[in-house]
């Protein structure tokens, strides 16, 4: 049964400590979404990925937020430094690259910054 | 711009029918799209309807689309407790891959 895994599920940390969330997205797919969800905005994309390569990440604060995919069977989002602004459920999410196709989501990352 | 819009709350009772109404804005996003979280976990795909169909039917599930009036629909028949859970309606910026999400409606089953 292939899913979008990510880690770690929950994250408590410090203001201004480093935080790297990952996700391995389904064997196979090429693209990789990185969306946010708060109780205030919804739920936002910030950036994806179509083969390895950052396609939009204008949803992202540049200054702060970082997303690579080192390779194809790993995607990472780091914060650094963390603002307790900061604090929501991060979900990655994997799909074909076609238009049409579904994108599946991982069971995200529940970080707080204290 | 790029706000779809959703009621908050619904509450059904179980075995009833259930209609979740969602107002998107983008009038040329090709495919429109429901999804399903359950508390602590992700997004679920429910179903999706290309833009040039006014509804399709998947079991207990009734999507209707008015692009006129750009109001998506989900229709849950025979709601269960296990439907009880929030339901984002989303759409695809033409062009793009950015799923633009709702803000979710919460449902809520009871007995």
């Known amino acids: 049964d292939a899913r979008v895994t990510q880690t770690p599920r929950h994250k408590v940390t410090e203001m201004g400590q480093e935080v790297t969330m990952r996700c391995q997205p389904i064997?196979?797919?090429?693209?990789v979404f990185w969306y946010r969800q708060t109780m205030m905005q919804g739920l936002e994309l910030l950036a994806y990925f179509r083969n390895r390569a950052p396609l939009d990440d204008s949803g992202m604060p540049k200054d702060r937020f970082s997303a690579e995919m080192p390779d194809a069977t790993l995607a990472t989002l780091k914060i650094q430094p963390s603002e307790p602004r900061d604090s929501a459920v991060y979900f990655c999410?994997?799909?074909?690259?076609?238009?049409?196709?579904?994108?599946?989501f991982g069971p995200g990352t529940r970080l707080l910054v204290l | 711009g790029e706000d779809v819009e959703q009621s908050l709350f619904l509450s059904v009772r179980e075995g009833d029918s259930s209609v979740i109404n969602c107002t998107y804005t983008d009038s040329s996003s090709t495919y429109l799209y429901w999804y399903k979280q359950e508390p602590g976990a992700g997004l679920q795909l429910l179903t999706y309807i290309f833009s040039n169909m006014d509804m399709k039917q998947d079991q207990r599930l009734t999507v209707l689309l008015n692009k006129k009036d750009k109001h998506l629909s989900l229709r849950i028949a025979d709601t269960q407790t296990g439907d009880s859970a929030i339901y984002f309606c989303?759409?695809?910026?033409?062009?793009?891959?950015?799923?633009?999400f709702g803000t979710g409606t919460r449902l809520q089953v009871f007995p």
């Open positions: 989303a759409e695809i910026l033409e062009g793009t891959d950015k799923l633009i």
């Open positions: 064997l196979g797919h090429n693209t």
């Open positions: 999410a994997s799909g074909l690259g076609q238009v049409q196709e579904t994108q599946y």
